[in-house]
């Protein structure tokens, strides 16, 4: 039950890393391989640009995690009573973005897979790239009602301990 319950906090952090680690790993070994030996390898570019890719779509579901996802707030600054409501507001629509486009991305995945188109250096399947999308999108909306079922709970929560004390 430990393992479950560190890996709900920390699973996107921990891919969101790993990305960044290798990431610069690889920019490292490039720029080594371009200074020192005069010799560029073709294909950690393309990795480190795939990595990125696959690093922003996992922080869409950090970012709904902890609530610090880009927003433009000045309702809120303005109106301070607005904020929990807009709050919602917001989610919903990250809700139903995120519902709707998991139906395209599967369709531009499905298609990529049938048509066994690669990337040009590495010859990696593209549908492992925009595979990313689709992580992302359902990643942000297991947080997205894992977060108002929280909620929920911690409302159920205080309300029977008013009642009780």
């Known amino acids: 039950m430990k393992v479950l319950r560190w890996l709900d906090k920390h699973f996107e952090e921990c891919i969101m890393f790993a990305n960044l ?3 610069v790993c690889l920019s ?4 080594i391989m371009r200074y020192l030996f005069k010799n560029s390898l073709s294909w950690p570019e393309e990795m ?3 990595l990125f890719i696959w690093f922003a779509y996992i922080g869409l579901s950090y970012a709904v995690r902890y609530s610090c996802h880009t ?3 000045i309702f809120e600054t303005l109106v301070p009573k607005l904020k929990k409501g807009l709050s919602v507001v917001c989610d919903l ?3 139903f ?3 709707y486009m998991i ?3 599967w369709t531009v995945v499905s298609q990529l897979h049938a048509s066994n188109q690669t990337s040009s250096a590495m010859s990696l399947p593209m549908y492992v790239v925009y595979f990313s999308l689709l992580a992302g999108l359902v990643l942000m909306l297991f947080r997205l009602v894992q977060k108002y079922i929280l909620l ?3 409302a159920r929560k205080h309300k029977k301990e008013v009642t009780d004390g």
Do not use: C, E
């Open 28 to 31: 490292t070994i490039q720029i």
């Open 97 to 99: 973005f995120s519902v």
């Open 48 to 50: 480190n640009r795939y």
């Open 103 to 105: 139906g395209p991305g």
């Open 152 to 154: 929920l709970l911690a």
């Open 93 to 95: 629509g990250l809700l």
């Open 71 to 73: 927003r433009i707030d």
């Open 21 to 23: 680690w290798i990431i």
